[in-house]
């Protein structure tokens, strides 16, 4: 798959995991300085990684889960619960994946995530309550 293929598998995914408005803001953002980087991770990341049909997206969403805990990428943390549950990860699932973490990397991360994951979830239902409303 050549590099255009790549990059427009991966904005495609990037937008039904993440949402549409947020991929498209970040693409906009992206100046001459750090769109080179926006290109590598919609065409690697998002294309070739997550277009790789081996692992489903709600098990990509959960390992992701587990590794941002670990690294405390809260920003990206957030993001990812958010795609999550678009992947049909149940806040259950989102739990248990947060407790493993506890286990494997330590309280302290594991309790910024769930503060994360919290707000995150919140702000999921109230962006589908509001998509609801305009239906």
């Not at 081996?54 to 990509?60: E, S, V």
């Not at 670990?70 to 990860?89: D, P, R, Y």
Request: net charge negative; proline share 1%.
């Amino acid at each position: 798959m050549d590099d255009q293929n790549l990059f427009e598998k991966g904005f495609a995914n990037r937008k039904q995991v993440l949402g549409a408005a947020h991929v498209q803001k970040s693409w906009e953002a992206a100046d001459d300085f750090n769109r080179p980087m926006q290109k590598l991770v919609t065409e690697y990341c998002w294309g070739a990684v997550w277009g790789d049909e081996t692992l489903d997206f709600k098990t990509r969403s959960m390992l992701n889960l587990a590794m941002l805990t670990a690294m405390s990428q809260h920003h990206e943390l957030s993001v990812h619960v958010k795609g999550a549950l678009t992947n049909g990860v149940s806040r259950e699932e989102i739990r248990a994946v947060l407790m493993q973490a506890a286990v494997y990397c330590g309280a302290p991360f594991a309790l910024a995530a769930f503060r994360i994951a919290t707000d995150a979830i919140k702000a999921w239902d109230e962006a589908q309550a509001a998509q609801g409303a305009q239906a």
